[in-house]
Nanobody
Framework: QVQLVESGGGSVQPGESLRLSCAAS????????MSWYRQAPGKEREPVAY????????NYRPSVKGRFTISRDDAKNTVYLQMNSLQPEDTAVYFC????????WGRGTQVTVSS
């Protein structure tokens, strides 16, 4: 069974950090480009970060560039999103997405940033 399972979300104060993980099962991610998206209440899902299948290309939405880092460990079949200097506007459900010949989505993990 193909699955992407996100973890690592939680409630933090502004300026703090979280590290999200996305563990894949039922397929191997090494040929897949991987992305993180987020969706805040009442808003559309938006891309946050992207990493190519070889890991040599990364892209970020401007509002997170310099604060978030996407990485992948193909040996562990896992993708990560290190989020530093979190701000209230980063509050959202964060989703993992794998794309190659098929597209797979996880169910998301909640990140809440509030003082």
């Amino acid at each position: 069974q193909v699955q992407l399972v996100e973890s690592g979300g939680g409630s933090v104060q502004p300026g703090e950090s979280l590290r999200l993980s996305c563990a894949a099962s039922g397929f191997t991610i090494n040929q897949y480009s991987m992305s993180w998206y987020r969706q805040a209440p009442g808003k559309e899902r938006e891309p946050v970060a992207y990493i190519s299948n070889h890991g040599d290309i990364t892209n970020y939405r401007p509002s997170v560039k310099g604060r978030f880092t996407i990485s992948r460990d193909d040996a562990k079949n896992t993708v990560y999103l290190q989020m530093n200097s979190l701000q209230p506007e980063d509050t959202a459900v964060y989703f993992c997405c794998a794309r190659y010949s098929e597209t797979y989505w996880g169910r998301g993990t909640q990140v809440t940033v509030s003082s």
